[in-house]
């Protein structure tokens, strides 16, 4: 015994100087004056011109150049991996819970769990993706420890039965891993966004199986355009390459139509054919839709039109009220974690217990029974309820997965409250509440053509433009006022000045 205590204290010490360092790291640095490398306007990829010039005085773009394309696939391809495993860990923790839902009652101490790691690794425990990015941004590094922390702390929240989802919890991972990637590969400072971004759109793609709703959400999220094409290419590769890679993964987000698909070059091509005359034979779109569902057309009559009109107005009062009850609650409970872990997390892990595991996990399945018109009851509220006390609490995990299953059981409960289709509600339903809540309309369109076809777009645009417009103040994120400003949001600042 005696001869191992010398080396338990240098495993003491160890860990002391890495928390040492884990505390330097997380240390708030010297923001960039306006006009330095961080803050440039021309774009994400306008310090590129930063770097070494040759003999005559001009830029030498290409060791720069050579290094991001090996930076977006670096990002790419260690994010769909962890982000991939961490999918369907996730899944087999939710079938877990399931069969077992007495481990809610260990609620707890998964909440125990989590506060030790954080405090062990002296990360704030309070961090979210809006820090991580805003980081980012100024130049500054997000540490590599966020990746386990923010995978193991989901793990454990769904597997005792919390209400939480993965997608926000990826796109931390994504970011984590951009700002390690931007470490290693030595880019300029204006690089570390742009990286972030492939990153979390590459995450959400895998998650949702949705490139072109990943690589719009990533880019509202951030607090500023870029103002060149090829960053947007460039973020819309990443999420074409993380699709394909996902798909032979067997990890495909919601499609599962095509996780199937192996590496026999003989299976590779008979998808494309049959994805090529699927299109050809059916240009709207219903033919490639994971969902199909009717949708009311101009001659339905303006009393349908109306009733789906009124679905969509209060799905969007809901979202509203639910974004500003999260928001606001986050802002104001930042006191006593510990105690808030401990004592919420065991009031929530009983009702998760007496509640037979209704209202946990990702609420992915219900999505499916509200799109298909099943669940049409109360579900929403129980939710709802649930969810905000379990993110409010402080466990981690994702919200965007919660937020959708909201909307959709909304949509549905109130389309059969007013004698409408409530499986074309809950889709219209899930779009309003969404974009209410992400103030992201363009990712909230691309993910429900993606997923339901083109057929039905024109009511998913207005719905989504009219949430964004009534609920541009209110979002998950710092990202309000994403593409324009309101009028009389520029008569306020004026006034203020």
Same mark, same amino acid.
């Given at each position: 015994?005696?001869?191992?205590?010398?080396y338990?204290?240098?495993?003491?010490?160890?860990?002391?100087?890495?928390?040492?360092?884990?505390r330097?790291?997380?240390?708030?640095?010297?923001?960039?004056?306006?006009?330095?490398?961080?803050?440039?306007?021309?774009?994400?990829?306008?310090?590129?011109?930063?770097?070494?010039?040759?003999e005559?005085?001009?830029?030498?773009?290409?060791?720069?150049?050579?290094?991001?394309?090996?930076?977006?696939?670096?990002?790419?391809?260690?994010?769909?991996?962890?982000?991939?495993?961490f999918?369907?860990?996730?899944?087999?923790?939710c079938a877990?819970f399931q069969?077992?839902v007495w481990?809610?009652?260990?609620?707890?101490?998964?909440?125990?769990?989590?506060?030790?790691?954080?405090?062990?690794?002296?990360?704030?425990?309070?961090?979210?993706?809006?820090?991580?990015?805003?980081?980012?941004?100024?130049?500054?590094?997000?540490?590599?420890?966020?990746?386990?922390?923010?995978?193991?702390?989901?793990?454990?929240?769904?597997?005792?039965?919390?209400?939480?989802?993965?997608?926000?919890?990826?796109?931390?991972?994504?970011?984590?891993?951009?700002?390690?990637?931007?470490?290693?590969?030595?880019?300029?400072?204006?690089?570390?966004?742009?990286?972030?971004?492939?990153?979390?759109a590459?995450a959400?793609?895998v998650?949702?199986?949705?490139?072109?709703a990943?690589?719009?959400f990533?880019?509202?999220?951030m607090h500023?355009?870029?103002?060149?094409?090829i960053s947007y290419?460039?973020?819309?590769?990443?999420?074409s390459?993380?699709?394909?890679?996902?798909?032979?993964?067997?990890?495909?987000?919601?499609?599962?139509s095509?996780?199937?698909?192996?590496?026999?070059?003989?299976?590779?091509?008979?998808?494309?054919a049959?994805?090529?005359?699927?299109?050809?034979?059916?240009?709207?779109?219903?033919?490639?839709?994971?969902?199909r569902m009717?949708?009311?057309?101009?001659?339905?009559?303006?009393? &349908? +039109?109306g009733?789906?009109? *009124? =679905? #969509?107005?209060?799905c969007?009062? @809901?979202? !509203?009220?639910?974004?500003?009850?999260? /928001?606001?609650?986050?802002?104001?409970?930042?006191?006593?974690?510990?105690?808030?872990?401990?004592?919420g997390?065991?009031?929530?892990?009983?009702?998760?217990y007496?509640?037979?595991?209704?209202?946990?996990g990702?609420?992915?399945?219900?999505?499916?029974?509200?799109?298909?018109g099943?669940?049409?009851?109360?579900?929403?509220?129980g939710?709802?309820?649930?969810t905000?006390?379990?993110?409010?609490?402080?466990f981690?995990?994702?919200?965007?997965?919660?937020?959708?299953c909201?909307?959709?059981?909304?949509?549905?409960?109130?389309?059969?409250?007013?004698?409408?289709?409530?499986?074309?509600?809950?889709?219209?339903?899930?779009?309003?509440f969404?974009?209410?809540?992400?103030?992201?309309?363009?990712?909230?369109?691309?993910? &429900? +053509?993606?997923?339901?076809? *083109? =057929? #039905?777009?024109?009511?998913?645009i @207005?719905? !989504?433009?009219?949430?964004?417009?009534? /609920?541009s103040?209110?979002?998950?994120y710092?990202?309000?006022?994403?593409f324009?400003?309101?009028?009389?949001?520029?008569?306020?600042?004026?006034?203020k000045?």
């Amino acid at each position: 015994m005696g001869s191992q205590i010398p080396y338990i204290s240098k495993l003491y010490a160890a860990a002391g100087r890495w928390r040492k360092k884990m505390r330097r790291a997380w240390a708030i640095e010297a923001v960039p004056a306006e006009g330095s490398t961080a803050h440039k306007g021309g774009g994400w990829l306008v310090d590129l011109r930063d770097g070494p010039v040759d003999e005559d005085g001009k830029p030498f773009l290409r060791p720069v150049a050579w290094r991001l394309v090996v930076g977006v696939l670096a990002c790419s391809l260690v994010t769909v991996l962890v982000t991939g495993v961490f999918s369907l860990i996730m899944d087999a923790f939710c079938a877990l819970f399931q069969s077992n839902v007495w481990l809610g009652l260990v609620l707890p101490l998964a909440g125990l769990v989590m506060f030790g790691l954080f405090t062990f690794s002296a990360t704030p425990y309070n961090v979210g993706l809006s820090f991580l990015t805003r980081r980012l941004e100024v130049g500054q590094k997000v540490p590599f420890v966020i990746v386990p922390l923010m995978f193991a702390g989901s793990c454990l929240t769904v597997l005792t039965g919390g209400s939480v989802g993965k997608g926000a919890a990826s796109m931390q991972i994504g970011t984590a891993i951009a700002s390690k990637v931007h470490e290693l590969t030595k880019l300029p400072l204006g690089a570390g966004p742009f990286l972030c971004a492939c990153a979390m759109a590459s995450a959400l793609t895998v998650i949702f199986g949705t490139p072109l709703a990943g690589a719009a959400f990533a880019i509202e999220v951030m607090h500023y355009r870029p103002k060149r094409l090829i960053s947007y290419i460039g973020v819309l590769f990443s999420a074409s390459l993380a699709k394909a890679i996902s798909v032979f993964m067997g990890v495909s987000g919601v499609d599962e139509s095509v996780s199937a698909l192996s590496l026999d070059p003989a299976s590779i091509a008979d998808a494309l054919a049959s994805l090529v005359r699927s299109t050809a034979a059916d240009p709207l779109g219903q033919g490639w839709a994971v969902v199909r569902m009717d949708v009311p057309g101009l001659d339905a009559g303006a009393q &349908v +039109i109306g009733t789906y009109c *009124l =679905v #969509g107005a209060l799905c969007i009062a @809901a979202g !509203a009220l639910f974004c500003f009850a999260l /928001t606001r609650g986050r802002s104001r409970f930042t006191k006593y974690p510990l105690m808030r872990l401990v004592i919420g997390g065991g009031l929530c892990g009983l009702f998760a217990y007496v509640s037979g595991g209704m209202f946990s996990g990702t609420g992915m399945e219900q999505i499916n029974l509200a799109l298909a018109g099943s669940l049409t009851d109360s579900f929403f509220l129980g939710k709802a309820l649930f969810t905000l006390a379990v993110l409010l609490l402080g466990f981690k995990g994702g919200d965007i997965m919660p937020t959708l299953c909201i909307g959709a059981t909304l949509g549905a409960f109130l389309g059969s409250l007013l004698g409408v289709d409530p499986a074309f509600a809950a889709a219209l339903g899930m779009v309003a509440f969404f974009t209410a809540c992400t103030n992201c309309p363009i990712a909230t369109i691309f993910l &429900v +053509i993606e997923s339901f076809g *083109l =057929v #039905g777009s024109v009511w998913y645009i @207005a719905a !989504a433009a009219v949430s964004y417009v009534a /609920t541009s103040r209110l979002s998950y994120y710092d990202n309000r006022r994403a593409f324009f400003s309101l009028p009389w949001d520029s008569k306020a600042s004026t006034s203020k000045k």
